[in-house]
C-alpha cells in the first residue's frame, strides 16, 4: 500500500474517532434543524477536519516530503470546507423556519428569567 493511502486511512479513521466527538458536542451547543441529511453532512465534515492533522502530519513522516503533507491536510480541511457549505444549503431553510418564532427579550421573559 502506497504511503499516501496509508495516510488517508489513518487520517479517515482518526477522523472518525475525534469527529464525532466534534460533531456530538456541537449538535448539544446548537441543535440542528435540517433533518438527517444535515446531521449527516455535519458529521462528514467533522471527521474531514478532524482527520486533517494526522493525515497531513504523517504524510509527512511516511512520504518524506512537507509539501505533500500540507496538500494532504489542505485536501481534508477543503472537504470539510465543501461539506460544511453543502450542510449550510440544506440547514439555511430549516432553521430561518424554527427560529422565526423568537421574539426577542419580553417583558414576561425578564420576569422568568430570575435576573
Known amino acids: 500500500m502506497d504511503s499516501i493511502w496509508i495516510a488517508v486511512a489513518v487520517g479517515i479513521a482518526f477522523g472518525l474517532f475525534v469527529g464525532s466527538r466534534i460533531a456530538k458536542r456541537s449538535e448539544q451547543d446548537d441543535a440542528i434543524y435540517g433533518g438527517d441529511s444535515a446531521k449527516t453532512l455535519h458529521r462528514l465534515a467533522s471527521i ?3 482527520g486533517a492533522f494526522p493525515a497531513g502530519l504523517l ?3 511516511l512520504a ?3 509539501v505533500s503533507g500540507i496538500v ?3 485536501a481534508f480541511v477543503g472537504t470539510a470546507f465543501v461539506l460544511l457549505i453543502l450542510f449550510a444549503l440544506v440547514e439555511n431553510g430549516p432553521r430561518a423556519i ?6 426577542g427579550w419580553t417583558e ?3 420576569r422568568s428569567s430570575g435576573l
Open 72 to 74: 494532504m491536510g489542505f
Open 98 to 103: 424554527a427560529l422565526e418564532d423568537d421574539q
Open 64 to 66: 518524506h516530503s512537507v
Open 59 to 61: 504524510t509527512i513522516f
Open 48 to 50: 474531514a477536519l478532524g
Open 108 to 110: 414576561e421573559k425578564a
